[in-house]
């Protein structure tokens, strides 16, 4: 049997095992030190844009960390694009908030603009203004900043730009992770870098990370004795998995060209197939990680469907996947208010992610075509 190809396998770079040994070497095990700084530091550098990073135990603390951050409380509202992993949502509902689905648009499959006011106008007519929005940037594709950060400042609504999947993408040049008032990232072994397990919540300004850090760590008030205030979360990121990181930063750029080229190799398979759409940039402002991609089927126009070409690849033990299941079709938000059409919902009926990682073989690549191009 052929060995398995995965969806998003971790790839190392190599210099991982060093900085994981200094830490070894030097007793660095606990969750601070050296390797923490540094990583923080590099990411800061990498993000530009006056970036404060605090790096935690995953995206999902980081976002938890931003809604209370943001003042977010039981019986609050909480946007969130619904076309998205749950993780994104979960946090609103650990701090007793209720969660607001909205729809996409079709460009990016991400947060629409149009929805997203309509969602907040309706709300404000309740008496029940939203604390918060959470915008995605879906498998690496920027969401429409300028006309989300527009509505956002109309309204005074700030926005926790959720980048878990968008590390290395960019919108009209500038970073994913640096348009929201607060914005996570993840590391989880599926991202294109990983920690192993691990996340970072960006701020704006320095005194946010303190506050963040301070969180993190039980919340301990500066006395000789233990001492505390407020409910602190144990969520620092440790300085092993950190020293993993510093080692992904040195080959994230290189990750980004690689998983793109993934994405371009799926676009020359299915270049004049009718009825099957790889998902790209809608204009040059977009620029992609790519992080995993994607494919549409429009079953209209050919005799295959997503399901046929997710079970003949797994047939060959190719890992590929339907995409997110939106937020408002899920079993355990069903009670939760949802504005849009049935946008998010076509996509993931005809939608599906195929191997994307950056350490794809040139034999594995064969392995792929061979079968996608049987079929089409």
Request: proline residues 5%; neutral net charge.
């Amino acid at each position: 049997m052929n060995s398995k190809i995965y969806l998003s396998s971790p790839h190392m770079g190599g210099a991982e095992r060093d900085y994981v040994t200094e830490a070894f070497d030097t007793n660095w095990i606990a969750p601070l030190g050296p390797n923490v700084t540094h990583f923080e530091t590099s990411l800061e550098k990498y993000l530009k844009n006056n970036c404060h990073v605090a790096a935690l135990s995953s995206g999902t603390a980081a976002l938890h960390l931003a809604l209370i951050l943001l003042g977010v409380e039981r019986g609050d509202e909480v946007i969130c694009q619904t076309m998205t992993f749950s993780a994104s949502a979960n946090p609103i509902v650990y701090l007793g908030a209720t969660p607001i689905f909205v729809d996409s648009e079709p460009n990016t499959w991400n947060l629409c603009p149009n929805y997203l006011e309509e969602a907040i106008k309706d709300r404000i007519s309740k008496g029940k203004k939203p604390k918060a929005i959470i915008a995605v940037h879906l498998y690496g594709m920027p969401y429409k900043v300028n006309e989300i950060i527009a509505i956002s400042k109309k309204y005074e609504i700030p926005i926790i730009e959720d980048s878990a999947e968008a590390l290395g993408s960019s919108y009209k040049n500038q970073k994913c992770g640096t348009f929201g008032d607060f914005s996570i990232l993840s590391f989880n072994g599926n991202k294109i870098i990983t920690t192993s397990g691990g996340g970072a919540l960006i701020a704006k300004n320095k005194k946010n990370k303190e506050k963040a850090i301070f969180l993190a760590t039980q919340a301990r008030d500066e006395a000789p004795h233990y001492q505390h205030s407020e409910i602190g979360y144990n969520y620092r990121l440790s300085n092993i998995c950190a020293g993993i990181g510093r080692g992904q930063m040195e080959v994230l750029d290189a990750h980004v060209d690689l998983r793109r080229e993934m994405n371009q190799f799926y676009i020359n398979i299915f270049d004049g197939i009718e009825g099957v759409t790889v998902f790209r940039e809608p204009s040059e402002e977009f620029y992609s990680n790519h992080w995993l991609s994607c494919i549409l089927v429009d079953e209209k126009r050919t005799d295959l469907t997503s399901e046929k070409i997710r079970l003949a690849l797994l047939k060959d033990t190719i890992e590929a996947r339907p995409l997110w299941k939106p937020m408002h079709l899920q079993p355990v938000f069903k009670n939760a208010p949802y504005y849009g059409d049935t946008i998010s919902e076509n996509l993931f009926k005809s939608g599906l992610c195929l191997p994307s990682a950056s350490n794809i073989t040139s034999e594995e690549k064969g392995r792929i075509k061979c079968i996608l191009t049987k079929l089409t």
